[in-house]
T-cell receptor, first 112, second 112 residues
Framework: DAKTTQPNSMESNEEEPVHLPCNHSTISGTDYIHWYRQLPSQGPEYVIHGLTSNVNNRMASLAIAEDRKSSTLILHRATLRDAAVYYCILRPYYNQGGKLIFGQGTELSVKP | DAGVIQSPRHEVTEMGQEVTLRCKPISGHNSLFWYRQTMMRGLELLIYFNNNVPIDDSGMPEDRFSAKMPNASFSTLKIQPSEPRDSAVYFC??????????FGPGTRLTVL
């Protein structure tokens, strides 16, 4: 399975944008890029996913590099509730069951 | 919808006892996943089912662990006999199309 590399931790100020990077240099042409986050004492929750084009939803935006070897999760205005561990995960397209392999993720702290 | 339901939320047991964790997936979802989370190993996939059939159990640590899905609305994860190193938070998740997994609140297991 292709692996991802994320910084262990990042800090942000409330109401400022946050850019969470993810490197996946061994990504294959048909791997989807998924992001999940885990708030303290909760189960992980889905944030966003994409294949090649940039994606937006109500929670965040996903910017994917042209060569797909890296991606960035963008939180447009961080709130205290966004403090969580963010996981970047690759899922092969043929994996219709949706099996996900979680790494260590990036722990995001948000300062008021 | 109530989301993924797990029971019990907390379980404290003594080494050697049998432990059964339960999960009710979101109605209509066809994939179900069992994960384990510890500080040392992070979030690990133990097993997942598709249409009630186990697809990949390569993450199950040893024969003491077993999982069943007798029907589309119920799954169990059993540990017999339990050991202190099994102490962890166990999450169940379900998915419809593989793109988004919905996680339950988890069961915190403590084996003394």
């Amino acid at each position: 399975d292709a692996k991802t590399t994320q910084p262990n931790s990042m800090e942000s100020n409330e109401e400022e944008p946050v850019h969470l990077p993810c490197n996946h240099s061994t990504i294959s042409g048909t791997d989807y890029i998924h992001w999940y986050r885990q708030l303290p004492s909760q189960g992980p929750e889905y944030v966003i996913h994409g294949l090649t084009s940039n994606v937006n939803n109500r929670m965040a935006s996903l910017a994917i590099a042209e060569d797909r070897k890296s991606s960035t999760l963008i939180l447009h205005r961080a709130t205290l509730r966004d403090a969580a561990v963010y996981y970047c995960i690759l899922r092969p397209y043929y994996n219709q069951g949706g099996k996900l392999i979680f790494g260590q993720g990036t722990e995001l702290s948000v300062k008021p | 919808d109530a989301g993924v339901i797990q029971s019990p939320r907390h379980e404290v047991t003594e080494m050697g006892q049998e432990v059964t964790l339960r999960c009710k997936p979101i109605s209509g979802h066809n994939s179900l996943f069992w994960y384990r989370q510890t500080m040392m190993r992070g979030l690990e996939l133990l097993i997942y089912f598709n249409n009630n059939v186990p697809i990949d159990d390569s993450g199950m640590p040893e024969d003491r662990f077993s999982a069943k899905m007798p029907n589309a609305s119920f799954s169990t994860l059993k540990i017999q006999p339990s050991e202190p190193r099994d102490s962890a938070v166990y999450f169940c998740a379900s998915s419809l199309d593989g793109n988004e997994q919905f996680f339950g609140p988890g069961t915190r297991l403590t084996v003394l």
